[in-house]
């Protein structure tokens, strides 16, 4: 190589292009843009240093030589602040930008006295023109002189410049910051060093090239290995953060899921549950206006499931609804939704019906679900549901008013007894208002002394004697008038009021019957009914020994009467239940006997002292012969197992003539009385001395006190 130093330069021109380019790319996206971009900035600067110091050396003569000059000296003077620049940007205190705008200025100042002095902003006087043989014989043109007080100033402010840089380093050091280096170091202390031998070749104590540039292009290369491994480290830390994120999550994820699924879900079936219903139902409920379709909603509650649950336990009833929502969800369409909303039951949602006749056959299936019995551990379980639907739009436009439309639909179904499925109606909603308000009534009924009680006499079919009153109770209320018992007690019996009811009828009865007694009617007995409710009210033995002793009664003087159809819900417990209340020493009767399908197994079993055969069948008596035959049955029944019998609701001679003939004990019915109010009970009893005597017949209704 003829030029090995010039070519060194021109090399080194390549490497801070590179450099150049390198700091560059880091720069975008770079925690350190500043410093990369200032850094970019110097490597060019020193790039065109090296570039014209290779011009300058390789120059034929003086005047291009010195040409070459001005440029070295523009480059030189544009690094100052460039480095200035780039220390400053790393410095963690503050941004002296001021510094930075200064000492710009000052280089401008020094590149304009560079062009317009005669021999470049260094010298003043130039000495002769003076060729450097290097010991393998190449050759330099160097130029040398007598150097300008502008250019010491310059060597004064970059050597400020300088130290302030190694300041900044010293304090990244402290700092721990990784850009500190040995190499950067190094690379200061060279730059140092060929900045003072250019100092000294300039005034000619040596001579010899700049090498400044080559000290700036180790730097450079420092510079780019330590941004790089910088760089390295934060993408892997970064990567790190990133796993460490998704891995949290994920986990945060599968833990929502968790806490979703216990949230929305039933935990027995694993359906969702009543608010993950309501979830599906508003989301479906968008999409279907979206789409112009309708949606049917139907709750539907398992009849008598309390009876499952009291009779083989919450294991069995569990089971049961485990096994039901299997079998439901078996019958339903995949886009249809099977929720345990309910403690007894479940809601179904079927979305996308584009016909009425659509929601005909979606029920049709859900009817036929409850058909097949289960068979659980040996015991066969036949069931049936009522159920309540609404359609949105047609019945409601949110989900909580179509939940509410469909509440109200089973509840109707529920009133018209098992096994039963209603739709909503608007009509239902004004019922289900007039329900709310007469609950409310009822509930300050007791208080406000609304209640009294009327009674009817039960008579011998022989001797047309009183034998017993049965206590029928009446409210007056004020705003509605006399409200029958058949509107109130199944209220009364919902809302768990009829237990205080109840108790004040068992008081003011056994109270009625006292004074009756002590009015001379020694062997007249009182009955009282006694609803499903009360029947299982743990105080009810308390309140009845409570009242029989306040009022000086016995037990067998006190009669009670419990429908027919308590059996079918929960068959031991009544039997438990009628045992302990026979064991006080009480009556007891089965009320309206024959419509209850109460299996006779358990009727021979039941601790009664009679029956009272239900006034449907008497009032068929004239008029049909299955009506006759279940009447001929009953007594014939009654009779076998040594029981009284009392034929209710016998209004005409005829029915009476025809009991008697079928031999049956007592009779009950407006041929006798109405219910009377108390005084007029007591007038009755009072004239009821004369065998078979008949009362003058009244309307219920016709005054308060008569019903
Ligand atoms: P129930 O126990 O079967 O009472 C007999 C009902 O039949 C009474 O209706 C009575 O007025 C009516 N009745 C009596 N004789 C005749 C007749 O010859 N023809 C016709 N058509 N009806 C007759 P009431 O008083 O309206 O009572 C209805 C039901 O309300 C009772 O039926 C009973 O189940 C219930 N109830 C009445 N008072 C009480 C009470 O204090 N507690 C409870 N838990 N239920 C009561
Ligand atoms: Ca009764
Ligand atoms: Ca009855």
């Known amino acids: 190589m003829s030029a090995p130093l010039i070519s060194a330069y021109l090399i080194s021109v390549g490497i801070l292009l590179m450099a150049a380019a390198h700091a560059a790319i880091l720069a975008r996206g770079s925690g350190h843009s500043h410093t990369n971009w200032s850094f970019a900035a110097i490597c060019l600067g020193f790039a065109g240093f090296q570039f014209f110091n290779a011009m300058q050396y390789s120059a034929p003569d003086q005047a291009s030589a010195l040409a070459a000059h001005r440029w070295v000296n523009l480059f030189s003077i544009v690094v100052i602040p460039l480095i200035a620049l780039a220390a400053a940007s790393l410095d963690t205190r503050k941004r002296p930008l001021r510094i930075f705008v200064w000492l710009?200025?000052?280089?401008?100042?020094?590149?304009?006295?560079?062009?317009?002095?005669?021999?470049?902003?260094?010298?003043?006087?130039?000495?002769?023109?003076?060729?450097?043989?290097?010991?393998?014989?190449?050759?330099?043109?160097?130029?040398?002189?007598?150097?300008?007080?502008?250019?010491?100033?310059?060597?004064?402010?970059?050597?400020?410049?300088?130290?302030?840089?190694?300041?900044?380093?010293?304090?990244?050091?402290?700092?721990?910051?990784?850009?500190?280096?040995?190499?950067?170091?190094t690379g200061l202390v060279i730059m140092l060093l060929t900045t003072g031998l250019a100092?000294?070749?300039?005034?000619?104590?040596?001579?010899?090239?700049?090498?400044?540039?080559?000290?700036?292009?180790?730097?450079?290369?420092?510079?780019s290995i330590l941004v790089r491994k910088e760089m390295l480290a934060r993408e892997l830390q970064e990567k790190l953060i990133t796993r460490a994120l998704a891995k949290e999550v994920q986990g945060r994820r599968k833990a929502d899921a968790r806490a979703n699924q216990l949230l929305h879900h039933d935990a027995l079936t694993g359906l969702p549950n009543r608010a993950g219903f309501f979830l599906r139902l508003e989301s479906l409920l968008e999409l279907n206006h979206?789409?112009?379709?309708?949606?049917?909603?139907?709750?539907?509650?398992?009849?008598?499931?309390?009876?499952?649950?009291?009779?083989?336990?919450?294991?069995?009833?569990?089971?049961?609804?485990?096994?039901?929502?299997?079998?439901?969800?078996?019958?339903?369409?995949?886009?249809?939704?099977?929720?345990?909303?309910?403690?007894?039951g479940f809601a179904l949602i079927a979305s996308h019906i584009k016909t009425d006749a659509g929601i005909g056959v979606f029920c049709e299936k859900l009817a036929g679900s409850f058909e097949e019995p289960f068979e659980i551990e040996g015991t066969q379980f036949k069931l049936t549901a009522s159920s309540g639907m609404a359609i949105?739009?047609?019945?409601?436009?949110?989900?909580?008013?179509?939940?509410?439309?469909?509440?109200?639909?089973?509840?109707?179904?529920?009133?018209?007894?098992?096994?039963?499925m209603r739709t909503f109606r608007p009509a239902l909603k004004e019922d289900f208002r007039q329900r709310i308000?007469?609950?409310?009534?009822?509930?300050?009924?007791?208080?406000?002394?609304?209640?009294?009680?009327?009674?009817?006499?039960?008579?011998?079919?022989t001797s047309g004697r009183t034998l017993s009153m049965e206590a029928l109770i009446r409210w007056q209320h004020p705003e509605y008038g006399l409200v029958s018992p058949q509107d109130f007690i199944p209220l009364a019996e919902a809302s768990g009021l009829i237990i205080h009811i109840g108790g004040w009828v068992i008081h003011t009865a056994c109270a009625q019957l006292a004074a009756w007694r002590k009015a001379g009617h020694d062997s007249l007995r009182m009955a009282v009914n006694l609803s499903a409710a009360q029947l299982l009210d743990p105080y009810l033995e308390e309140t009845l020994l409570g009242a029989l002793a306040r009022t000086g009664l016995q037990p067998a003087d006190l009669e009670l009467e419990i429908t027919e159809s308590v059996l079918i819900q929960d068959p031991e417990r009544t039997v438990e239940r009628f045992a302990a209340l026979r064991n006080l020493g009480l009556r007891l009767s089965i009320d309206d006997f024959g419509t209850g399908y109460s299996s006779l197994s358990y009727?021979?079993?039941?601790?009664?002292?009679?029956?009272?055969?239900?006034?449907?069948?008497?009032?068929?008596?004239?008029?049909?012969?299955?009506?006759?035959?279940?009447?001929?049955?009953?007594?014939?029944?009654a009779k076998n197992l040594k029981l009284d019998i009392v034929a209710e609701g016998v209004e005409t001679e005829e029915q009476a003539h025809q009991l008697r003939k079928l031999d049956c004990p007592i009779f009950q019915g407006y041929l006798f009385s109405r219910p009377l109010n108390a005084e007029a009970a007591g007038q009755y009893l009072q004239n009821n001395h004369h065998p078979l005597h008949v009362m003058p017949v009244m309307q219920f209704g016709q005054t308060p006190a008569v019903s």
């Open 603 to 637: 009727l021979r079993i039941l601790p009664v002292q009679a029956f009272k055969l239900d006034r449907s069948f008497v009032d068929g008596m004239d008029k049909d012969e299955t009506s006759r035959e279940i009447c001929a049955s009953a007594i014939r029944l």
């Open 437 to 461: 308000d007469l609950e409310s009534a009822l509930r300050e009924a007791l208080g406000k002394r609304q209640f009294f009680l009327c009674y009817q006499p039960q008579v011998c079919a």
């Open 290 to 344: 979206q789409q112009g379709t309708k949606i049917a909603v139907v709750l539907f509650d398992i009849d008598r499931l309390g009876g499952v649950k009291g009779t083989h336990g919450l294991a069995t009833s569990d089971e049961v609804l485990r096994r039901l929502s299997q079998r439901l969800s078996g019958r339903i369409r995949d886009s249809d939704v099977l929720a345990r909303t309910r403690s007894d």
């Open 104 to 185: 710009a200025a000052l280089a401008g100042l020094a590149v304009c006295y560079n062009f317009l002095s005669p021999f470049g902003y260094r010298f003043y006087a130039l000495d002769p023109d003076q060729v450097l043989t290097l010991p393998w014989g190449e050759h330099l043109r160097i130029i040398q002189g007598q150097p300008s007080l502008v250019y010491r100033l310059t060597r004064l402010v970059s050597l400020i410049v300088m130290i302030y840089t190694m300041g900044i380093a010293l304090s990244l050091m402290r700092m721990k910051e990784r850009l500190s280096s040995t190499l950067i170091w």
């Open 392 to 420: 949105y739009p047609d019945d409601a436009a949110t989900a909580s008013e179509l939940l509410a439309a469909a509440e109200l639909a089973l509840h109707d179904a529920k009133n018209a007894g098992t096994n039963q």
């Open 199 to 223: 100092s000294m070749s300039d005034s000619g104590v040596i001579t010899m090239p700049y090498l400044g540039g080559f000290g700036f292009v180790f730097m450079a290369g420092a510079f």
